[in-house]
C-alpha cells in the first residue's frame, strides 16, 4: 500500500508539502499541486484518515455497506447495528452496492475518504484483495466470508441450515428438491451448495444439476429462472436462500400454474419475526435472528475501532432458530385452483424472447379465462411467407407480424379488421407509446393488430473504459481530443479503430465493436442506420431507387469499414455471438436491442457486470423496432382471440413481459422505477422512441405490395459481394440499383 512518503519522493516534494497539499492547512503552489496529483493517481494513494481521525479525535461516523435495503434481512440487520452503534454514540453512514463490484469499491473509497473510522460491509468482490490493503482500517464482514484468514466475519451457519432443512425434506419424502441461491462466489451462497451436494452423497442420491441455480439477487432474475425451472424439471420442493428469491419464485410458479399449497413446497431462507408465523403449510420461512447479527456485527466493529492494537480479530457464527423444529406437523393442504376442461386458441409467434415470455407465462391467461393457448414458434426467415400462406394462416387464432409487414398483410385479405374491438377497449396511445398504435397496427385508416412489443436499437459501451484517465489520455495523444460516446457514425468508427488490437495494440480489449450478419434479417437492421444518419434512403417517394447517391454510398462505405474493427467471423455470427463477446469484454461497443441483453447486469453470465454504460445510438435513428399480433381473417373462434390480445396489453403482465425480455409497447412500463432500476436502458428507449424510423413495403408499377424482406434481400446480396467478393461500392450500387429497379417493375 502507498505511503505519503512515496507520493512525495515521486512527486518530487518533501513530505511536508504533500501534508499540506491534502490538509489544505497551507497553499501549495498550482504547479506542485499538479504534481502532487499525477502522483496520488499514479500510486492510488489513499490518506489514512482513520490514524488522522484518532489522533485527532474529529470522528464517530462508522460505514456500512449492504447490497441494498430491499431485502427484509438486510434491513434488519441494518436496524440491529443502528441500535448499537447509537448506544456507543457513533453514528452510521450507510452505502448502497446493488451486488456490483465497482460500486462496492467506490462507496468504500468514498466512506472512508470522508474520515469513517470503520466499516461493516457485505461484499460482492469476486476477490478480497481490495480489502487485504486496508489493513489498518477496523471491518467486519457480514456473511460473505473474504478470502484472507485474518478478518472479522460474522454470520449464520449456513450449512447447518441447509443441511438441517435438506434432512427434514427427505422425512417427509421429497427428494426432487431444488436450490435457488445467490452467486456461488459469495461464501453464504457456496455453503448451501455444499451442504445440499454433501447431503445428497451421504444420502447416496445422485445430484440432478439442473435443480442448482446460482443467479442474482434479484427477483426479477429468480422469476426468470424460477419459470424454466418449474416448467421444464418440476421439482417437489425449493429451497430459497432469500426473500426477494423466494418472491420472484413464487411468481413464477403461479404461471408455470403450480399451486404453492398443492404442487410445491418452497423454504425461504428468512429472518426472525415477532409478528409472523414461520411455517405456513407449505410455504415455511426459516429464522435467521437478523437483528441480533447486526448488533454482533456493530459490537464486534466497536470493540475494534476502540481498541485497535489490543483487539484480536474474531469469527462468529449463530444458527437459524428453524433448527431443530418441525417443519410439517400437518399434511399439506390438498386444494388444487385448476380447472379440468378448457377451450384452445392457436397462435402462431416468431420464435424469441418475446415469445417464449408467453409461453411461460400464459397459465395466467388460462386462469382468467378457461382458455388454454397452443403456440407455435417460427424463426424470422420463413414466419412472413408462412404469413402468406392462407391455407397455414387458417391454422391459427392469432398470429404475431413485424411491422413492415402489415400493408401486405392488409393488402391480401389475410387479417381481420379490429377497429371497433380496440375502440371499445380503448386500447389507444394511453396504453401503448405515444403514435405505436397507428405505427404498428394501422393501415388504410383501419386497424388490425395491435403493439405486442417495442424495442429499439440502443448503444451498449464499456463505461470503464471510456471513463479511465490513462486510456483517456492515449486517445486525446492520438486524435486530439477527448475521448467520448460516439455521436455520428465516423466517430463510432474511429473510436472503434482505437479499441481494436490488430489496429491499435495498446487497446485493453480485442475489438472495438461486434454485430450480427449472418443473415440479411441480422445485418440490414445493422446497416439503415449508418445509411439514415446520412441523410441517405433506398427508394425515392415515387419508389425509385436511390442507392447510387453519394450519401448512400458514404453510409455503406462507413458500415462495411466498420467490419475491421469487428471479430473476424462477423459474417457467419449471429446476435447470441455478438452478445458473448460483449460480455466477455472483448468489445468496447455494440447495437442491440434490450431482449437480447436483460442479463448483461447478471454475474454470472457476464464478466462486466456494472462496467456497462448506455446510450442513444450515433446519428440517433434508429429503427422502429415494433411487432403486433393480429387475428387471421379465417379465425373462426374471435372472441377468445381478443380477450388474449387485451391480456397481452394489460399492464400488470406487461411488467412480468418486460423482466423476461426487457422491452415492452406499453407507456406504463417506462415510468415504473422499480423496472427502470433493474433495467436501466428503458428510460433511454422511452427518450429515444420519437427519433426511431420505420420500414415500409413499397409499390410495384403495378401497384402491389413488395415487402421490405424482399428488397433488403438483394441490399445483403450486395454487401456480401463487397464484402466477400471485394466488388469495389460504386460497382455493387450500380448492380443494385439494377435489380430493385428490375424488382419495382415486376408484374404480380
Not at 447509537?86 to 470522508?114: C, H, M, Q, W, Y
Not at 454433501?198 to 444420502?203: A, E, L, P, R, V
Not at 401486405?408 to 389507444?428: C, G, K, R, Y
Request: aromatic residues 10%.
Amino acid at each position: 500500500m502507498s505511503t505519503i512518503k512515496d507520493v512525495a519522493k515521486l512527486a518530487g516534494v518533501s513530505i511536508g508539502t504533500v501534508s499540506n497539499y491534502l490538509n489544505g492547512s497551507k497553499h501549495v503552489m498550482p504547479g506542485t499541486a499538479e504534481k502532487i496529483t499525477s502522483a496520488i493517481e499514479a500510486l492510488n494513494y489513499r490518506p489514512n484518515t482513520y490514524a488522522k481521525n484518532l489522533r485527532s479525535n474529529t470522528s464517530n461516523e462508522i460505514g456500512v455497506v449492504l447490497p441494498n435495503t430491499t431485502e427484509h434481512y438486510y434491513a434488519y440487520l441494518l436496524e440491529g447495528m443502528e441500535s448499537e452503534f447509537r448506544k456507543a454514540d457513533f453514528s452510521l453512514s450507510l452505502a448502497l452496492t446493488n451486488d456490483v463490484p465497482d460500486i462496492e469499491i467506490s462507496a468504500v473509497n468514498g466512506l472512508l475518504g470522508r474520515g469513517v473510522i470503520g466499516a461493516v460491509v457485505m461484499s460482492c468482490l469476486p476477490n478480497h484483495e481490495f480489502y487485504e490493503r486496508l489493513a489498518d482500517t477496523p471491518l467486519v464482514f457480514i456473511d460473505r466470508k473474504p478470502s484472507f484468514a485474518e478478518a472479522n466475519y460474522v454470520s449464520i451457519n449456513h450449512y447447518e441450515t441447509a443441511w438441517y432443512l435438506l434432512s427434514q425434506l427427505f422425512e417427509n419424502n421429497y427428494e426432487k428438491i431444488a436450490l435457488v441461491s445467490g452467486p456461488e462466489q459469495f461464501s453464504c451462497e457456496f455453503d448451501y451448495e455444499q451442504a445440499y451436494r454433501d447431503f445428497y452423497k451421504s444420502k447416496k442420491h445422485p445430484v440432478d444439476e439442473s435443480l442448482i441455480r446460482h443467479i442474482n439477487m434479484t427477483k426479477e432474475d429468480a422469476f426468470r429462472s424460477g419459470i424454466t425451472l418449474f416448467q421444464d424439471h418440476k421439482p417437489d420442493a425449493v429451497i430459497s436462500t432469500s426473500h426477494l428469491l423466494t418472491n420472484g419464485l413464487e411468481q413464477a410458479a403461479y404461471f408455470a400454474d403450480l399451486s404453492l399449497y398443492h404442487d410445491v413446497t418452497v423454504i425461504s431462507i428468512g429472518e426472525e419475526k415477532l409478528s409472523s408465523a414461520t411455517k405456513n403449510k407449505n410455504r415455511i420461512v426459516t429464522m435467521r435472528p437478523a437483528y441480533y447479527l447486526g448488533t454482533r456485527a456493530a459490537k464486534l466493529l466497536v470493540n475494534n475501532v476502540s481498541s485497535p492494537l489490543m483487539f484480536e480479530k474474531q469469527q462468529i457464527l449463530l444458527q437459524d432458530k428453524i433448527v431443530g423444529t418441525k417443519l410439517f406437523e400437518s399434511a399439506p393442504d390438498t386444494y388444487d385452483y385448476r380447472q379440468g376442461s378448457q377451450d384452445k386458441i392457436r397462435v402462431l409467434f416468431l420464435d424469441s424472447p418475446n415469445a417464449h415470455g408467453i409461453i411461460r407465462t400464459h397459465t395466467d391467461f388460462t386462469r382468467k379465462t378457461g382458455i388454454d393457448v397452443e403456440v407455435t414458434l417460427c424463426n424470422h426467415g420463413a414466419l412472413f411467407q408462412k404469413l402468406l400462406d392462407k391455407s397455414y394462416l387458417s391454422e391459427f387464432d392469432v398470429c404475431m407480424y413485424d411491422n413492415p409487414w402489415l400493408d401486405v398483410l392488409v393488402q391480401n385479405n389475410l387479417l381481420t379488421d379490429i377497429s371497433d374491438f380496440v375502440s371499445a377497449e380503448s386500447l389507444t396511445e394511453d396504453v401503448f407509446l405515444p403514435g405505436l398504435l397507428e405505427k404498428a397496427g394501422l393501415a388504410n385508416g383501419r386497424c388490425y393488430g395491435i403493439p405486442f412489443l417495442f424495442g429499439p436499437q440502443i448503444l451498449l459501451y464499456r463505461k470503464d473504459l471510456f471513463e479511465d484517465p490513462e486510456i483517456g489520455k492515449m486517445f486525446k495523444k492520438k486524435y486530439g481530443t477527448k475521448l467520448h460516446i460516439p455521436r455520428t457514425w465516423f466517430e463510432f468508427n474511429v473510436i472503434s479503430s482505437f479499441f481494436t488490437q490488430s489496429v491499435n495494440p495498446l487497446s485493453p480489449v480485442k475489438y472495438g465493436t461486434s454485430f450480427p450478419a449472418k443473415t440479411d434479417v441480422l445485418l440490414i437492421p445493422e446497416l439503415l442506420p449508418r445509411i439514415w444518419t446520412y441523410h441517405a434512403k433506398i427508394f425515392d417517394d415515387d419508389g425509385s431507387p436511390l442507392v447510387t447517391s453519394q450519401n448512400f454510398i458514404k453510409g455503406i462505405s462507413n458500415f462495411t469499414e466498420g467490419f475491421q474493427y469487428a471479430p473476424p467471423q462477423t459474417l457467419t455470427n449471429n446476435v447470441e455471438d455478438c452478445i458473448e463477446n460483449f460480455y466477455n469484454g472483448d468489445t468496447a461497443m455494440l447495437m442491440s436491442y434490450a431482449s437480447f441483453i436483460v442479463d448483461v447486469n447478471n454475474n454470472a453470465k457476464s464478466k462486466i457486470c456494472g462496467k456497462i454504460g448506455y446510450s442513444s445510438i450515433p446519428g440517433n435513428h434508429s429503427v422502429l423496432g415494433s411487432w403486433g399480433l393480429a387475428i387471421p381473417a379465417t379465425n373462426i373462434n374471435p372472441s377468445a382471440a381478443l380477450k388474449f390480445l387485451l391480456w397481452t396489453s394489460d399492464s400488470e403482465m406487461s411488467k412480468y413481459f418486460t423482466i423476461l425480455d426487457g422491452q415492452s409497447p406499453l407507456k406504463s412500463v417506462y415510468t415504473n422505477d422499480e423496472l427502470s432500476a433493474h433495467f436501466p436502458w428503458l428510460p433511454l428507449i422511452y427518450q429515444t422512441y420519437p427519433s426511431n424510423i420505420q420500414r415500409k413495403a413499397i409499390k410495384a408499377s403495378n401497384g402491389s405490395l413488395i415487402s421490405n424482406t424482399t428488397y433488403e434481400a438483394l441490399i445483403y446480396k450486395a454487401i456480401i459481394r463487397i464484402l466477400k467478393e471485394k466488388l469495389p461500392i460504386e460497382d455493387a450500387m450500380d448492380l443494385l440499383h439494377k435489380e430493385l429497379t428490375a424488382l419495382i417493375k415486376q408484374r404480380s
